[in-house]
């Protein structure tokens, strides 16, 4: 792995969204994402963001004539957690409950069977120009440790869970927006072939490639001449258009 300074993060501001489950990631991350995508609002500078997961425990399986032959891994779990300091109707559901009921005297009860917020959930981390991105197209809210009110001088906090869950047909859970990626815009023939600028990214898929990867030679490539995506599927170059599979 090359040493790419680019790929380099500090958090210099940062904002936190949620929307309807499903919601898609919007296309950009430099602006303020257009509705349904409504901010969390203040959050903590000190406990910015924070990863955790459990499982993935590991075990070693063995026969007679090889102790360690095959590693097997539980499933992982994730999660992140925030805290938010804004004590508002929204809030207060976000860590109480979303099935908060709004009382007549306009207080907000609090549920003895308290349901997580289910939504979409973005986090948007700002460097410089650089700009850090995690989406969650399903996820759960809730209360993430308790309320502590510590001193007269700081800002209270309700700590927030959010945890990532499978939605529809993905296979994944969340994703997140690598840093200091170099667009691949040309693709020369071999077995494999190679992408230029040299370090280009490999393309996610042929839908990725067409109108922005120039082949070389222009021509249809001759007998098993390809390139890889992303994922390992070889790429060739008809003469015309970008197809699936070796020439």
């Not at 939504?119 to 809730?142: H, K, Q, W």
């Not at 007269?152 to 927006?177: C, D, F, Q, R």
Request: glycine share 10%; hydrophobic share 40%.
């Amino acid at each position: 792995m090359a040493k790419n300074d680019n790929a380099t993060l500090v958090v210099g501001s940062g904002n936190f969204f949620t929307a309807p489950s499903g919601t898609p990631m919007p296309t950009s991350l430099s602006e303020v994402p257009d509705a349904p995508w409504e901010a969390v609002g203040h959050t903590s500078l000190e406990d910015i963001f924070s990863f955790s997961s459990e499982g993935g425990d590991a075990t070693t399986l063995g026969t007679l004539q090889s102790k360690s032959l095959r590693t097997t891994y539980a499933p992982r779990t994730e999660s992140f957690a925030l805290t938010v300091n804004q004590f508002d109707r929204k809030s207060l559901r976000l860590y109480y409950g979303a099935n908060a009921p709004l009382l007549p005297d306009g207080t907000l009860g609090i549920p003895q069977s308290p349901q997580p917020t289910e939504c979409a959930f973005l986090a948007i981390f700002v460097d410089g120009s650089n700009n850090f991105g995690l989406y969650t197209p399903r996820s759960e809210i809730f209360r993430g440790d308790d309320v502590a009110v510590a001193d007269a001088e700081s800002l209270v906090g309700l700590p927030l869970t959010i945890k990532p869950l499978i939605y529809s047909t993905n296979e994944w859970t969340y994703a997140i927006t690598p840093l200091g990626g170099v667009l691949a815009t040309g693709a020369t023939a071999g077995t494999p072939g190679i992408y230029t600028p040299e370090g280009a990214d490999l393309p996610a898929s042929i839908a990725a490639m067409t109108g922005v990867v120039t082949a070389s030679p222009t021509t249809a490539w001759t007998t098993g001449q390809y390139v890889l995506l992303d994922d390992g599927t070889q790429v060739r170059w008809t003469g015309s258009a970008w197809a699936a599979g070796a020439a």
